[in-house]
């Protein structure tokens, strides 16, 4: 075999090297093939209801055949699952039915707009997410806040993953064409139980601003210090549960800030007190990816 820039050379008998071009051709549509499945699966999702407002994926290759079938403008499709139960889907009803027991569960698809691999499907804008405590991205985010929450609590009551779709495709597109991408910071939000509403849905609205002070600009404050954070995560007066923001940040270009800043100064991104605290003044500039509940 002689390998040249945009070719190969095979030697051998006829049988020999057809038998290779074969094997050749078949890896190369195998790999195509695997390719399109995961296209599809970042594209587009298909996935049924497990329980109230729980939905799972299914698997890419029949992700994409589901798809195909849906395409193709087909009424049903029909499928056979790992334990050898048969299923078959009314693509106009949206409603998936097992052959052999006659059970219907409501199926959906979801056109992906780049949001995250990781996060469930959800049908409404809006959605919170407790992690299991024996995941990595659980492990990860605690990971993250007792780096700097020293010993200011005993116990995490749970992790949430925020998934706002609006939210985060804003902030994704800002940091996809800043040119301070590479400034991104977790950051620390501590706040009473009242406004976690108010934040999941508005996001880091400024006309928030001012209270919890605004000694370092008129804008929403984030800290590096889960600590300090700790100060503002005020207990809540029905079971002591205190509320914490891990926030992505894209913190640019920063400058001391002043009282009477209402946006940063020309050239800049954000304000700070040239230690731990980040002010931010554009609402696509930060993104709270999980609410911490601890005590």
């Keep these: 075999m002689s390998i040249v820039i945009g070719y190969v050379k095979l030697y051998g008998s006829k049988e020999s ?73 009314d693509l106009k009803q949206n409603i998936e039915t097992c052959i052999n027991s006659q059970q219907q569960r409501l199926i959906t698809r979801h056109v992906d707009h780049g ?3 990781h996060w469930q499907l959800q049908t409404e804008n809006v959605a919170r997410f407790s992690l299991d405590e024996n995941s990595d991205e659980y492990k990860d985010a605690r990971g993250v806040f007792n780096k700097t929450m020293s010993n200011k609590y005993d116990t995490i009551l749970r992790i949430e993953r925020i998934q706002n779709k609006q939210w985060y495709t804003q ?25 976690i509403d108010l934040i999941i849905n508005s996001f880091f609205n400024r006309s928030f601003a001012g209270v919890n002070g605004t000694v370092y600009g008129q804008g929403a404050y984030f800290s590096a210090n889960a600590s300090y954070s700790h100060n503002y995560a005020k207990p809540s007066t029905q079971n002591s549960e205190r509320y914490m923001f891990v926030v992505s940040v894209i913190v640019g270009k920063s400058t001391l800030g002043n009282t009477n800043m209402k946006i940063p100064p020309a050239g800049f991104d954000s304000t700070t007190d040239g230690d731990h605290i980040y002010v931010t003044y554009r609402d696509d500039q930060a993104y709270a990816e999980y609410l911490i509940v601890y005590k």
């Excluded at 729980?54 to 798809?67: D, T």
């Excluded at 996809?176 to 939000?189: G, I, V, Y």
């Design 17 to 89: 090297v057809t038998e290779v071009e074969n094997e050749y051709y078949r890896e190369q549509a195998k790999q195509s093939e695997q390719a399109r499945l995961m296209a599809i699966a970042r594209d587009i999702i298909w996935a049924f209801e497990k329980d109230d407002k729980n939905w799972e994926k299914y698997v890419p290759e029949l992700n994409a055949l589901i798809e195909d079938a849906y395409t193709s403008q087909l009424e049903t499709f029909e499928y056979t699952d790992d334990k050898s139960i048969e299923y078959i889907i």
């Design 115 to 117: 949001l995250p691999p």
């Design 171 to 195: 902030y994704n597109s800002y940091k996809s064409f800043s040119s301070k991408k590479d400034t991104e910071r977790k950051l620390f939000h501590g706040c009473r139980q009242e406004s």
